[in-house]
C-alpha cells in the first residue's frame, strides 16, 4: 500500500495548486478517513484538510474558503484545490490515510500510511 503525492510547486501570492495523491493498492477506496497536511521548517505536521466519517469535510480555520479537499474513489486519488495561496501557505505538503480505525480523527498520530510530501512554495 503506497501513496503518492503530487502538484506542488513555486507559485506566487493569490495563485492556485491542485495538489493529487494517487493510492495503490485499495487504499482509497476502504479508508473513509484520509486527509492533507502540511509541514513547515521548524514547525509540527499540521492538519489541513480532511474526510471526517460521515464522508463531510473538515478544514483548519487558516485555510477555510480557499482550500477544497476531493477525493475520486474509481481513479484512487485524493485532491487538494488550493486557491487565493498566500506565502504562510508554504511548507512541504502530505496526503495521509488511517486504515486502522473507522472514527475518523484530526490527531496526525492516528494516520499510518503517508504519502511521501509534495513542496508548496508561495512569495509574496
Known amino acids: 500500500v503506497q501513496l503518492v503525492d503530487s502538484g506542488g510547486g513555486s507559485v506566487q501570492a493569490g495563485d492556485s495548486l491542485t495538489l493529487s495523491c494517487t493510492a495503490s493498492?485499495?487504499?482509497?477506496?476502504?479508508?473513509?478517513?484520509m486527509g492533507w497536511f502540511r509541514q513547515a521548517p521548524g514547525q509540527e505536521r499540521e492538519g489541513v484538510a480532511r474526510?471526517?466519517?460521515?464522508?463531510?469535510?473538515t478544514y483548519a480555520d487558516s485555510v477555510k474558503g480557499r482550500f477544497t479537499i476531493s477525493r475520486d474513489n474509481a481513479r484512487s486519488t485524493l485532491y487538494l484545490q488550493m486557491n487565493s495561496l498566500k506565502p504562510e501557505d508554504t511548507a512541504m505538503y502530505y496526503c495521509a490515510a488511517d486504515t486502522a480505525h473507522l472514527i475518523c480523527s484530526e490527531d496526525v498520530q492516528r494516520y499510518n500510511i503517508w504519502g511521501q510530501g509534495t513542496q508548496v512554495t508561495v512569495s509574496s
Open positions: 493498492g485499495d487504499t482509497l477506496g476502504s479508508s473513509n478517513c
Open positions: 474526510f471526517q466519517s460521515d464522508g463531510t469535510t
